[in-house]
Every structure is written in structure tokens, then in C-alpha cells.
């Protein structure tokens, strides 16, 4: 889910990504931007799943934040990026069960 006011696709594909995105929801798309309700609940109607079934991660507090009023928890990254410092997403990758490279 992005709040973008052009296709990304096409940068996923170059980076060979794609196949780890399950949708695309896209502000452009979707005519909604976070933190409007509208554009969490088309990415849960998109992926089949119900609010509470979801998961977003996410850096903005206030955008991504706003999915708690669609129904889904929210995690927050740190925005502060660094070597020295950890933003938090092993966590996520944790409860997925997934183990890669660093933070």
C-alpha cells in the first residue's frame, strides 16, 4: 500500500520484488490516501483477509498509524535510519517466521 501518485510496479519488477507482493494498493489507484479507512480496508478486500486478520507495518505514525481506525493493527518503524541504528523490522520478520540478513 502506498500513498503515490504513479504506478510502482514497474520498480518492483526491476528489482525482482514483485513475486514477494501479494497486491498493490495504490493512492492513485484507489482515489484514497492513508489515513483515510478506505484505502486499509481495499488492501484487506484485495488480499481476501479481514481487518483484524492484517497486519501493517509501516514509518509514519499518523498515515500508517490510521489503520487501527480501519480495524488493523498497526506496527510502527522507526524513521530514524542507520547502521548503528535497528529499525525494528526483524520483528516483523520474526512473526512471520521469516529469518534474513540484519534489521
Not at 498497526?74 to 548503528?84: E, K, N, Q, T, V
Request: with cysteine; net charge negative; hydrophobic share 45%.
Amino acid at each position: 500500500m502506498s500513498n503515490t501518485g504513479w504506478d510502482i510496479r514497474g520498480s518492483f519488477t526491476r528489482s525482482g520484488l514483485t513475486p514477494l507482493v501479494g497486491e498493490f494498493v495504490l493512492s492513485c489507484e484507489v482515489g484514497v490516501q492513508k489515513p483515510d479507512a478506505a484505502i486499509f480496508w481495499a488492501a484487506c478486500d484485495r488480499l481476501g483477509v479481514m481487518p483484524g486478520d492484517a497486519l501493517m507495518v509501516g514509518d509514519d505514525a499518523v498515515r500508517d498509524g490510521a489503520a487501527t481506525a480501519a480495524g488493523i493493527p498497526a506496527y510502527i518503524l522507526s524513521a530514524d535510519r542507520g547502521p548503528d541504528r535497528p529499525r525494528g523490522l526483524a520483528a516483523v520478520l520474526d512473526l512471520l517466521g521469516c529469518h534474513g540478513p540484519g534489521d
